[in-house]
């Protein structure tokens, strides 16, 4: 079993930046997938982006300010955002797995993006 845990959430303005951080309890080194979801109040959890093998895949809304990646070394996975807005803000989760989907997650960092 492998423990996720996100970090690196807050209040930040629109414009703003955060980095995201999602450790394991473990070795990620035989994980292949890693991904950023969240959940805005009164929405479902949607998908932010993936990182696959070597392939990144993102939501639109996302494209272009955001950029997912991982560390071995680290036993974590990042998630770099820039150009926040208002509608960036939920909980974001974290998730891995072995294969193709997430197999494992997190308990969630709050992002509020606000003036």
């Known amino acids: 079993q492998v423990r996720l845990v996100e970090s690196g959430g807050g209040l930040v303005q629109p414009g703003g930046s955060l980095r995201l951080s999602c450790s394991a309890s473990g070795s990620i080194t035989r994980l292949n997938a890693m991904g950023w979801y969240r959940q805005a109040p009164g929405k479902e959890r949607e998908l932010v982006a993936t990182?696959?093998?070597?392939?990144?895949n993102y939501a639109d809304s996302v494209k272009g300010r955001f950029t997912i990646s991982r560390d071995n070394a680290k036993n974590t996975v990042y998630l770099q955002m820039n150009s926040l807005k208002p509608e960036d803000t939920a909980i974001y989760y974290c998730?891995?797995?072995?294969?193709?989907?997430?197999?494992?997650w997190g308990k969630g960092t709050l992002v509020t993006v606000s003036s």
């Open positions: 998730g891995m797995g072995r294969l193709v989907g997430m197999d494992y």
């Open positions: 990182l696959i093998s070597d392939s990144t």
